[in-house]
């Protein structure tokens, strides 16, 4: 629902899709397969990054991992991949970039701005930060309707395992 909310704003947005930290890569083709037809359903221009090779994908992870605490950790990945969306724009000469991150509200929306605002300043181009967390449940129900993929957990081996843990416990307590 990210879409229809830039156009309602009076934004035709160019989508622009990458995540070297989708594990595995399984999980990165269902996802990519969604959004390639969402994007022709939707009428939306699409811009898929080339997938780092494996080995180097393997290095920005561990380096991500590597934090302390599931917070450092999320916000290490959010730096790396709202610094690359912040690349791709000024590559790519557009003055703004996004994120759709800000429909979920399982994302740490403070950590979320606080890496766009930085990656912005790096790369000489603005973060249009969009609280979109009110649509998600609408955004659900779209992606039901399209028959698109919903992923089960954020992207990483560690949100896999979290998000099964947290349904482990939730089944046990019935
Ligand atoms: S949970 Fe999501 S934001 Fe956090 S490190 Fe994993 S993939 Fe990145």
């Known amino acids: 629902m990210a879409v229809p909310a830039w156009r309602e704003r009076g934004v ?14 399984a999980e990165v083709e ?20 080339e997938r780092p090779s ?3 994908a393997w290095r920005e992870w561990v380096a991500a991992l590597a934090a302390a605490t599931p917070d450092e950790r999320c916000a290490t990945c959010l730096g790396l991949r709202l610094r690359a969306a912040a690349a791709a724009a000024a590559r790519l000469g557009m003055p703004r970039f996004s994120t759709a991150l800000s429909v979920s509200p399982y994302q740490r929306h403070d950590l979320i701005l606080a890496a766009g ?23 659900y129900s779209e992606s039901r309707r399209l028959d698109l993929y919903r992923q089960a957990y954020c992207g990483c081996v560690a949100s896999k395992w979290e998000a099964w843990h947290a349904r482990t416990l939730r089944k046990r307590a019935g």
């Open 30 to 49: 269902r996802r990519l397969e969604s959004m390639l037809r969402f994007s022709r359903e939707a009428g939306l221009g699409l811009v898929v990054e």
């Open 117 to 139: 605002q930085a990656a912005a300043d790096e790369h000489g181009v603005t973060f249009a930060y969009l609280d979109l967390r009110d649509v998600f449940r609408r955004s």
């Open 54 to 56: 494996e080995a180097a």
């Open 12 to 25: 035709e947005p160019v989508a622009w899709f990458h995540n070297p930290n989708i594990q595995p890569a």
